[in-house]
């Protein structure tokens, strides 16, 4: 239906999870390897049986929290078909019409809020609307020439055969007016697989809205997702999972920060909007909450343009709660949701009220690109991918250091390796139950939240090819 | 009546430069000193009468483009005066209620377009506003302490004695609230002195709006400023001028190209918007212009939360105009403006239309901060100030070799020194007419533009202290 034919499904249906829920005292760690039920069918090329993805997963249901695991995880080879009717360029020996593929690795954490419906959704589906996305461009990536603008199809001229002027116009080079040349925008093949991800983003959050709409998918979910590509992975953030390059080779892909906010976008919405604020919040900053006594006195604030901090007389409308309020981890738009990017949420309003959350978030991720072939690497090399019950208690320093540590223990073609990784950072994020709550090795509290890791390989035997 | 007082004009009324109209021919290259004629009465105090920015501005009037030289420029030494009733902490010694002041640096470079009319009321009166703006921050700047974030003011207890309750609560401290302390943002000083500058361009912007609505006065205008207070300077761009460090002390000012455009922002808000649009434009982007026979083919595009490329099947709405079209010097928004910041432009429409440009550009700078006090800088240390008459033709390498090579012709205390390096960049990027108009030393063409030209030492001696 949607054009992606799974290869190999390394990870286990995201649905298992919630089933193997575990008591606060006794969290489940698991990391299911290849001996783990898939639901798609299985055909393991060669290449890809010794697929260094097959174990590298670890998670831990949260210690009592919620009912259920609202985070998800899914893993997969997917391999992309030229849409038929598209035109390429034939390879040597390749028939005219003949479908080429391309295969991209997918890793995917989906962390829930509000229920796991649209994480359990996100996971099931996600790569299959970045396959579809991609479908069009498999000719074009395939060619090392620049982009072009306007799709050759075949399948156009074949449909509406009653316009024989167009066909012929077809047929002529699009691009050979001088005068509009230097105008044209060269296009990387970078560009069109980020466009191509956040495209399939977009499209999995209408599927979501579609499902809401008709039956109970239930709220939203932040979605963290890398995809090899052609030598390059991209690795697409909507939310506040975290990734970051850990190991001894160099330069590892900087750890990013998740971006819980868009304060600017969101504010410039309120402005431009106003209606959207239902007459309850203002697009307006302020250090602090106003309290009603403080009318008519200078108060610092700034609004939707500026970068620093000014004085105003304190009015009225400024009494208003703010539409973003707090600060880091802490902050919420409309006093409800602490990120400003994730899927679903559509029916999401503010408590009590009818006033609409979705249009100041963005189902957009931000896509960062690291070359791997730009770069030799080790096998002791990892791209870290966690939500962010990881990352709330073990830093980037923590985290290389189990990376190094357990790493060291095993043989660098060992596959088990990487697992064990995930394994220990989770189990250490988690904690120890003690008198007072899961403690950490430091005594600091630790994380109360569903914690999900993968750990990818960038280097060593077997990578990706 | 703005609290401005100027104490050292250093620089000619802006309106002179329109007198000096030369022909083609024979550029006008100026750069008057001491000698200028001041509109403001002065009165040079001590240190002040050293000031290098006495001796650093040269221009020259565009090869014929337009009647008037639409470059405006303005150089200040300004003091800013408490408001009188704003309660601050006493220095010892002064009188409870003594004004106390603060002094700023100000450059500014003004570059009208579609009239000069913008520009003259700029480089007149945004340093006032920028004074205006700081009136509320002299305690506030002077006191290492975190700025407050309710102003304590004598003024409104005084003019509200009525409110006798009220009154009473300000004695109480106000942030004293302890559950929601954690909740306070901390506010530097700094971001004071660029929300003061951000607002003081918005304040600008408002009045000449005033003024145009009332009586004409024309066109637009990029303002390009420097503010030096406290120890740092504070350099506000808003339009396509340009200014970079030159010179041998490090680290210099990094040069900060013009931001013509700020397509993201613009697009949002035709998308949120669209009534804007006028039904004759639209928000999303393509590498070129659609033809109306592409109907129906897929095409790259990206929306307004894009970064990167994909193709969508052209539908009727997607042959619109572009709302900003084309690339770097050339890109144009609703093909017309070819800048997204500046001052003015209220009522600037679309060609033959009703569709208002203004709800697409903004009047706010961006401000960029350099600490002088965390280096040390030699006399041959410079700021460059230029509009894009400068920097189209002559780059930051040449920009470089030209500072380096005059001042190695004079002594480090003559202060004619940094007028002579901006004659010569004026110079150099004019050219010489030859028979194929106005040449440059490498034969390319000269800028047929309006040049001005700040040069701002960094270091030595009589450094604004």
Redesign the interface.
């Known amino acids: 239906m949607m054009g992606a034919e799974v290869l190999v499904s390394a990870w286990v249906d995201a649905g298992m999870w919630n089933e193997r829920r575990t008591s606060p005292s006794t969290p489940g760690v698991s990391s299911p390897g290849r001996g783990a039920p898939c639901r798609h069918p299985c055909s393991l090329p060669g290449a890809a049986s010794a697929h260094p993805s097959l174990f590298l997963l670890a998670r831990v249901i949260n210690s009592g929290k919620s009912q259920h695991n609202e985070d998800q995880a899914c893993c997969e080879v997917v391999l992309v078909q030229q849409r038929p009717g598209q035109r390429g360029n034939p390879a040597a020996g390749e028939p005219e019409g003949g479908r080429k593929g391309l295969c991209f690795h997918y890793w995917g954490l989906f962390d829930g809020h509000a229920g796991s419906g649209a994480a359990i959704m996100a996971s099931k589906l996600l790569h299959r609307h970045v396959c579809e996305?991609l479908r069009?461009?498999v000719h074009v990536l395939r060619d090392p020439a620049p982009?072009p603008?306007?799709?050759q199809?075949d399948a156009?001229a074949l449909a509406?055969p009653s316009r024989a002027p167009?066909a012929e116009?077809d047929a002529e080079p699009?691009n050979d007016a001088l005068p509009?040349f230097h105008?044209?925008?060269?296009?990387s093949h970078?560009?069109?697989?980020?466009?191509?991800?956040?495209?399939a983003f977009?499209q999995m959050d209408d599927q979501i809205e579609r499902e809401q709409a008709t039956r109970h998918v239930a709220g939203g979910c932040c979605a963290l997702v890398a995809v090899y590509l052609l030598g390059k992975f991209y690795v697409a953030n909507a939310g506040d999972s975290r990734y970051g390059g850990a190991g001894q080779g160099s330069p590892l892909p900087a750890r990013r920060r998740g971006i819980p906010a868009r304060p600017r976008?969101c504010r410039?919405?309120g402005f431009?909007?106003p209606e959207l604020l239902g007459n309850e919040f203002t697009h307006l900053e302020?250090?602090?909450?106003i309290q009603h006594?403080?009318l008519?006195?200078?108060?610092?604030y700034?609004d939707q343009?500026?970068?620093?901090?000014?004085?105003k007389k304190i009015e009225e409308d400024d009494l208003k709660f703010p539409l973003i309020?707090?600060?880091g981890k802490?902050a919420r738009v409309m006093a409800t949701i602490g990120v400003t990017r994730g899927l679903g949420d559509h029916d999401l309003k503010v408590y009590s009220s009818n006033i609409h959350i979705k249009p100041f978030l963005?189902c957009?991720p931000e896509?960062r690109v690291y070359d791997l072939t730009q770069y030799e690497h080790c096998p002791d090399d990892v791209l870290v991918l966690g939500t962010d019950g990881l990352w709330d208690v073990t830093n980037d320093k923590e985290v290389a250091e189990v990376v190094m540590d357990v790493l060291m223990g095993y043989e660098p073609n060992d596959p088990c390796r990487y697992t064990v990784v995930a394994q220990e950072l989770v189990v250490r994020s988690r904690g120890v139950l003690k008198e007072r709550g899961w403690r950490l090795a430091n005594d600091k509290l630790g994380s109360g939240d569903d914690i999900s890791v993968f750990v990818i390989p960038l280097g060593g035997p077997g990578n990706y090819t």
């Open positions: 996305q069009d461009l982009a603008i306007c799709l199809s156009r509406e167009l116009q699009l509009r105008l044209e925008k060269a296009v970078e560009s069109l697989v980020i466009g191509a991800i956040e495209n977009k976008p410039r919405a431009l909007r302020f250090p602090r909450r006594k403080e008519g006195k200078k108060m610092l700034r343009s500026m970068n620093g901090w000014a004085y309020y707090g600060e802490k963005s957009y896509v």
